[in-house]
C-alpha cells in the first residue's frame, strides 16, 4: 500500500448523513484519485486532483465533493444526495504514469 | 467512459500451470498498465507498456499489446497460488487527462495448490 493511507478501513453511516473519507500521502505525488468499486467491477473514478487547490469530476462525481488544501490531503466527502453510496472506496496517487493505491475504505450506508 | 475489457472473467488453474488473460480496449492510447488486487485491499502496479512497445517481461509477468487490435494480454508463468487475486488492465488514453486511467472490471485468478 505504499506511502497512501485511508481512513477508517470501515465505515457505517445511516442513510441521510455527509460523511468524509480520508486520504493521505507521503510520497510528494502531485496527483491524487479517488475511485469506487462496486462488487465485482472495476473502478469508477470519482474525483480527481493534478494540484493543489484545484480538482476535476471523473465518471461518477455526483453526490461526493472533494477539497485539496494540502498536496498530501485528498478527503471525500459523500453526501446524503449520493443514492447509493454503499462501496468500496479506493484513493490513489501518482507523480508519472503509474498510479499507487491506498488500502480502501468500505462504507456500508444503513 | 472508455473502459478496458479483460477476459474471461475468472479463470481457475493448477500451481505451476501459466495463467493467460486478456485485455480489448476501444480507443487509441498512449500505455496500457495492468494491477493487481487482492481481496478487500488497494491495488499494486505490475507493470506498464508503451504504444511503441509489443512485449515487455517482469519477472514471471510477460506482457503483449497489438495495438492494431486494440488488445493486450498478461501472462503469468509457473503461477503459485499466493498468485490468486483480481487483475485489472487500465488504459491511459491519447488526448486524455495527463495521468488518467480507465479501468476494467477485471479477471480473477484463482490458482490451486
Known amino acids: 500500500d505504499g506511502g497512501i493511507t485511508q481512513s477508517p478501513k470501515y465505515l457505517f453511516r445511516k442513510e441521510g448523513q455527509n460523511v468524509t473519507l480520508s486520504c493521505e500521502q507521503n510520497l510528494n505525488h502531485d496527483a491524487m484519485y479517488w475511485y469506487r468499486q462496486d462488487p465485482g467491477q472495476g473502478l469508477r473514478l470519482i474525483y480527481y486532483s493534478q494540484i493543489v487547490n484545484d480538482f476535476q469530476k471523473g465518471d461518477i462525481a455526483e453526490g461526493y465533493s472533494v477539497s485539496r488544501e494540502k498536496k498530501e490531503s485528498f478527503p471525500l466527502t459523500v453526501t446524503s444526495a449520493q443514492k447509493n453510496p454503499t462501496a468500496f472506496y479506493l484513493c490513489a496517487s501518482s507523480l508519472g504514469d503509474e498510479q499507487f493505491f491506498g488500502p480502501g475504505t468500505r462504507l456500508t450506508v444503513l | 467512459s472508455q473502459q478496458g475489457e479483460e477476459d474471461p472473467q475468472a479463470l481457475s488453474i493448477q500451481e505451476g500451470e501459466n495463467a493467460t488473460m486478456n485485455c480489448s480496449y476501444k480507443?487509441?492510447?498512449?500505455?496500457l498498465q495492468w494491477y493487481r488486487q487482492n481481496s478487500g485491499r488497494g491495488l499494486v502496479h505490475l507493470i506498464l507498456?508503451?504504444?511503441?512497445?509489443r512485449e515487455k517481461h517482469s519477472g514471471r509477468l510477460r506482457v503483449t499489446l497489438d495495438t492494431s487490435k486494440k488488445s493486450s494480454s498478461l501472462l503469468i508463468t509457473a503461477s503459485r497460488a499466493a498468485d490468486t487475486a483480481s487483475y485489472f488492465c487500465?488504459?491511459?488514453?491519447?488526448?486524455?487527462?495527463?495521468?488518467?486511467?480507465?479501468f476494467g472490471r477485471g479477471t480473477q485468478l484463482t490458482v490451486w495448490p
Open positions: 507498456i508503451r504504444s511503441n512497445e
Open positions: 487500465a488504459t491511459a488514453d491519447r488526448g486524455s487527462t495527463l495521468g488518467r486511467l480507465y
Open positions: 480507443t487509441s492510447i498512449n500505455n
